[in-house]
């Protein structure tokens, strides 16, 4: 075990308390007088406005992946954990396009979750329970990747102990994490990640600014800084005989690089929890300014990616590159300020955490357990399941960090990406068209999930003897991204079914949706608010303002 960085520590923990109060504290903010439905609890009274938006957003998509997995990634094999920025870049065009309609027809009828939209619109419960179990499925490993960035900052101070130390005295970071999200997300619901996202972000802000200026002028500038990473990557890997990386991606590389890119880019707004920050704005024009000012946060994510190329060039070494960056801190900052910088990561896993056991909990408590198990439940039933819930995903994100290899992290968000994106066809494209058939996307589904999640597992990652993320795509003999190979797989299967049952005559569910839900918004002429058993309007919530 390693000595404890005793002023690094107490930093951490200053605003490690500070954050939790708030999150407590976050119940009274804009309270409602009936906080007992899910509208209020995981959707904050859908009342927030664009600048708490924004942070809620950028909290719940930048999170520790960014600070700790995505530099990682960079710092153990270059160019290639690039993939990451254009990606973010790819994402905000795309969701310009169907975000303001699936706020809208939310708004309309009282949606909480995608599964609610996809049962409304093709109405078929089944295709809605496949949504919801695949989006609890893929929420759990990206809330275990906070932890995992929680528990590198905690082991880099010297907190928790090394491989020799007793399971619980090493786990013990993540049971701590476990309990302070499960306490204040319990009580406040959406409220206090929304709360905390401005501490987060702003501190974030804080250590990449002066990062990005004050390591590079210790390292002698940018030219010796990649000079020396490229030194580095040319050498080879002592267990592999090829070289370590690349500072650009070869030809070989290329398809890898792009099915990444373009299948993250398509899996990130099919999370529940970019959902849930999303219908949590007041009104559709909320949603469609955040679509245009997000992209700085792309600009924060390109810079902190270069940490990578520093912590090379500064000589970090260490046997779990999640530990690298955090290490860079350490090593280049002082203590005061590198607690600062460990403050941000432990903050940044927190607030996204957070919000994902909320969307995680929604879904079951919406489309599982009021479609299947108690129909007749009240608004005052359902945000008791629900917080139960947040709990249970909390002990299923623990079981992945627990179960599996943390040395690659980034693995644990990749991999409920693979899963995610099968429900692209299903939300997105009921947006759009109801000409696919609801058991064509049934089909679809689960073909992309079965051969996405067999792929995975047969294919070795770095340390990992299972769940890879990039394998050979079928009938071109390129090496891509296995959840993308998968989605085109759905898409086909899609295609070819609705083909088939439409020509069949197969019946179709009732859609309760109409033209004119996917234009509306707050305010219209006859807007009653958002249905769905919420109470009368406060100020502070929709139709109250």
């Known amino acids: 075990m390693k000595d404890v960085n005793g002023v690094a520590l107490a930093v951490f923990i200053f605003f490690f308390v500070a954050v939790t109060v708030m999150g407590f504290l976050a119940a009274r903010w804009r309270r409602a007088e009936n906080a007992n439905n899910l509208d209020e609890w995981g959707l904050g009274g859908r009342s927030f406005g664009t600048w708490i938006t924004w942070f809620l957003l950028g909290g719940d998509l930048y999170t520790a992946y960014t600070f700790v997995a995505v530099p990682a990634a960079i710092y153990a094999a270059g160019a290639s954990g690039f993939f990451a920025v254009p990606y973010t870049i790819l994402v905000y065009p795309l969701i310009f396009l169907f975000l303001p309609k699936l706020w809208s027809v939310s708004h309309k009828h009282g949606y909480v979750t995608t599964s609610d939209f996809v049962r409304g619109r093709f109405g078929s419960k089944g295709l809605s329970l496949a949504v919801a ?68 972000d702003a501190l974030i802000y804080i250590v990449i600014v002066v990062a990005i200026i004050y390591i590079p002028i210790k390292l002698g500038g940018f030219d010796d800084i990649f000079a020396k990473a490229g030194h580095w990557f040319s050498e080879p890997n002592p267990k592999t005989g090829a070289p ?40 559709r024009e909320v949603i469609r300014r955040n679509t245009t000012i997000l992209p700085l946060y792309s600009l924060m994510l390109g810079l902190l990616a270069l940490l990578g190329f520093m912590a090379i060039a500064a000589g970090v070494k260490v046997d779990n590159n999640q530990l690298a960056i955090p290490q ?75 179960g599996m290899d943390k040395t690659v992290a980034i693995n644990f968000q990749l991999l409920g990406g693979v899963w995610i994106l099968q429900t692209f066809p299903a939300l997105v494209g009921g947006l759009f068209t109801r000409w696919f058939h ?89 807007d009653p608010g958002v249905k769905a058993d919420l109470p009368p309007a406060t100020a502070g919530a929709p139709g109250g303002h």
């Open 133 to 200: 179990v695949t989006g609890i499925l893929a929420t759990m490993p990206y809330i275990a990747l906070q932890l995992v960035g929680i528990q590198a900052v905690l082991d880099v101070m010297g907190v928790g102990g090394g491989e020799n130390t007793n399971w619980f005295i090493k786990d013990l970071p993540l049971l701590i994490a476990f309990g302070v999200l499960a306490a204040y997300t319990y009580s406040s619901g959406l409220r206090a990640p929304a709360l905390i996202a401005f501490v987060k």
């Open 244 to 283: 370590r990386g690349a500072l650009a991606s070869g030809e070989k590389a290329q398809w890898a690089y792009g099915t990444l890119a373009i299948g993250s880019a398509l899996a990130l707004f099919m999370y529940p929890h970019s959902i849930t920050a999303t219908l949590s704005s007041r009104s």
């Open 328 to 402: 860079l801190f350490e090593d280049m900052f002082p203590d005061w300020f590198a607690g600062v910088a460990f403050a941000a990561i432990g903050i940044g896993a927190l607030v996204p955490a957070a919000i994902m056991s909320i969307a995680a909990a929604n879904l079951f408590t919406r489309n599982i357990y009021k479609d299947f198990i108690r129909p007749n439940a009240t608004p005052e039933q359902e945000t008791k399941v629900s917080k139960l819930v947040s709990l249970l995903v909390k002990v299923g994100a623990l079981i992945f960090v627990l």
């Open 438 to 526: 609801r058991w064509a996307l049934l089909g679809g589904w689960a073909v992309g999930m079965i051969y996405g999640t067999w792929k995975a597992w047969d294919t070795p990652a770095a340390t990992q003897k299972h769940f890879g993320n990039v394998a050979n795509i079928p009938g071109i003999g390129e090496i891509g991204y296995i959840g993308f190979t998968a989605f085109v797989l759905n898409v086909a299967v899609v295609v070819v079914l609705t083909f088939v049952l439409r020509a069949l005559k197969a019946p179709d569910g009732i859609d309760e949706t109409s033209p004119a839900d996917y234009q509306a918004d707050s305010g219209d002429p006859g």
